[in-house]
């Protein structure tokens, strides 16, 4: 069966597997903006430095992240990068809020996607199940699901969620022809006013509103690590993703944005602003159907959020952050702990405080500030430091791009905290400290791994790395092998291991040492037929006569041969044969005879392996005659 990847392989996949949440944003975000500025009434002061405030962010942010992604391939994203410049702390403090951003993703997406079904069943606000909300059993179910979607790899969520990512998109560009269609293209208006001691509160505030829609940037970072390729190759197709997503929403914010604020009526509780834009613009079955699509979509934000879970797990796996087991790979080749970690605080968030998305909106977007902030912070300091080194147009170019970009999301960290800590963004100051507790506490206990520039190494447990290997003592070969020892009982089963030999000592110069054991302090004999009495110096011919038979028909081959009779201990007499340091290659049958006479089986089969001191290579009895080379085409590590 041929190999199937479960990895991404181009820009269109990363933009459908992870875009779900930041493609979903102009759904949610122009509703709280406008509310602020319109009930104010700066709508006409500020509206369009807002707007274009958001829009000059996202391409500073996208630009620092496409370095972010070169720099970082190992799916830690901004963690990693932050480690990198400012030191361990950071990295602890960074995948703390990410954590915690990733979580709320879920949460707001599927409270959300409950809302819109409740709008259209009304039963889903009425009905209960053993004493719970019919609405609530409704979204742990579905989380359940997304999660074990999100579980069978980057493909599977991309063909699942995919759709409804394509979906959104597709509506957004209807969106944008409909409004350049009906209205023509209004791009909003600079007023310089909106910078004034009189309205730039207002205008700062309506700017972190829209600005949630980076809440998902940083899926894409993470989501490196999940492309096929070479690590240029995947950061190329990441940062390819981020640009189909965020060029979509941030022409959304100049084109269809202006629609909205002159369309809709912010007073109306009872309809969103999009919804009421999209009902104007549109045919009424495409406003239907844009509201299912808008449902469809809220779940790939979900499943986007776990995805990013995924990987950055695997990255804080690398950097002993986090134990194996939490960033091992299934066989979907993802890390499933975190997203079930995810999923069960989702359900059990959803069963003590409720579904009603407005729960969670509050605290939604302030995390995500402190990561952008500290992000290209970090961008900015290794930057500098490039050009300490080499003062070229492309990284003093860099630099310029990245300070902007660090200011400005510092700025909206400050102004969202401000806003929203009694509205709930103090959970971060309880949270954060405790992760970091737990990534400190993982990091001492599991070392510092080794930098992947000094040795290219993959942890497989806690402690365990196994470097590259190299044979440069012999020219770049494999190791040389000489002579090979294959122990046997005169059983069918043992001379399996003959298949294996065979085919390893055909080149030039290997020699097959056979190998049999007389009757020894253990109660066994190697040779069957032999009866276990007082040896004598006919039983010795037998042995000799079998290993002889067996060796003329190796040599008929061109095989060379040499036979070996000891007497004792089956596991010991194999173990001092090895300790000889004349063999360089032991061919063992993991079966030997079977019934009561067997013996490489059980302990004395395990007794050699831990005895060993040379390469080994174990056959387990396979449907092929003996007198059949057993081929090895491909090797599975």
């Known amino acids: 069966m041929a190999h199937v990847s479960h990895k991404l392989s181009n820009s269109l996949e990363g933009a459908l597997a992870g875009g779900g949440d930041p493609a979903t944003s102009p759904l949610y975000v122009f509703g709280p903006f406008l509310k602020l500025i319109v009930v104010a009434g700066v709508a006409q002061v500020t509206f369009g430095a807002s707007i274009w405030m958001v829009v000059l962010t996202v391409a500073l942010v996208s630009v620092m992240y496409r370095l972010v992604m070169k720099w970082i391939v190992d799916g830690s994203g901004g963690s990693g990068l932050s480690e990198e410049e400012f ?34 069943l009304p039963a889903l606000n009425h009905q209960r199940i053993l004493g719970i909300p019919l609405r609530t059993v409704l979204a742990i179910l579905l989380s359940i699901g997304t999660g074990w979607l999100v579980n069978r790899g980057p493909k599977m969520a991309a063909q699942v969620f995919g759709p409804a990512t394509a979906g959104v998109l597709l509506l957004l560009w209807t969106m944008i022809i409909a409004s350049i269609l009906q209205l023509g293209i209004r791009l909003p208006r600079i ?6 001691p009189d309205y730039i509160r207002y205008t700062l505030g309506g700017f972190v509103r829209i600005l949630a829609l980076m809440t998902g940037i940083e899926i894409f970072a993470n989501l490196v690590a999940a492309y096929e390729g070479t690590p240029r190759q995947k950061s190329r197709m990441a940062f390819k993703s981020l640009l189909i997503i965020m060029g979509t929403t941030s022409l959304t914010m100049l084109i269809v944005g202006p629609a909205i604020y002159e369309l809709s009526d912010v007073t109306n509780s009872e309809v969103s602003v999009f919804t009421q834009t999209m009902d104007k613009l549109l045919p009424a079955p495409l406003a239907v159907l844009g509201t299912l699509v808008g449902v469809l979509v809220l779940i790939s934000a979900s499943a986007a959020s776990a995805q990013g879970l995924q990987n950055l797990a695997l990255g804080l796996r690398l950097r002993h952050y986090v134990p194996a087991v939490v960033g091992q790979r299934n066989a979907f080749e993802v890390a499933a702990v975190p997203v ?24 939604y977007a302030a995390g ?3 990561l952008l ?11 500098i430091g ?13 630099l310029f791009g990245t300070i902007p970009a660090a200011i400005l999301t510092s700025v909206a960290t400050i102004i969202i905290f401000m806003e929203r800590f009694a509205d709930g963004a103090w959970i971060y100051f309880i949270f954060i400290p405790l992760l970091y507790l737990v990534f400190s506490f993982f990091r001492s206990s599991l070392g510092v791994p080794i930098p992947h520039e000094e040795v290219r190494a993959l942890p497989f447990t ?30 069918e089963l043992s001379e399996m291991a003959l298949s294996a030999a065979s085919t390893i000592s055909r080149g030039d110069g290997i020699q097959l040492v056979l190998m049999s054991v007389r009757q020894g302090s253990d109660g066994h004999h190697l040779l069957p037929n032999i009866p ?16 002889g038979e067996v060796s003329a028909k190796l040599r008929q081959s061109g095989i060379t041969t040499e036979s070996s009779i000891t007497v004792g201990e089956a596991a010991e007499e194999i173990s001092y044969r090895i300790q000889g340091g004349d063999i360089d290659l032991l061919v063992l049958s993991t079966h030997g005879r079977s019934g009561v006479g067997r013996v490489l089986m059980g302990s004395v089969a395990n007794e050699v392996i831990q005895q060993a001191t040379i390469p080994m290579l174990l056959i387990r009895p396979f449907d092929q005659r003996n007198d059949k080379i057993l081929s090895l085409k491909k090797v599975l590590v």
């Open 368 to 370: 995500v500030f402190i």
């Open 532 to 547: 276990a009495e007082p040896h004598t110096d006919g039983e010795a011919v037998d042995y000799e006569h079998y290993l």
């Open 462 to 491: 806690e402690k365990i790395t196994v470097p590259t290997v190299r044979f440069a003592e012999n020219n770049g070969r494999l190791p040389v092998i000489n002579r090979v020892l294959v122990p046997l009982d005169g059983s």
């Open 386 to 398: 490039y050009v300490r080194e080499e003062s070229t147009r492309g990284n003093v170019v860099a």
């Open 191 to 196: 007023d310089w006013k909106a910078f004034s």
């Open 373 to 383: 902030s500290m992000t290209a912070w970090a961008a900015t300091r290794r930057l």
């Open 87 to 120: 030191g361990s702390w950071a990295v602890k403090l960074n995948a703390s809020i990410t954590f915690i951003e990733y979580t709320l993703t879920f949460l707001v997406s599927m409270a959300a996607l409950i809302t819109f079904l409740a709008d259209r």
């Open 340 to 363: 079930w970690i995810e999923v069960a605080i989702v359900s059990l968030s959803f069963l003590v405080f409720g579904t009603n998305e407005g729960t969670y909106l509050a605290i």
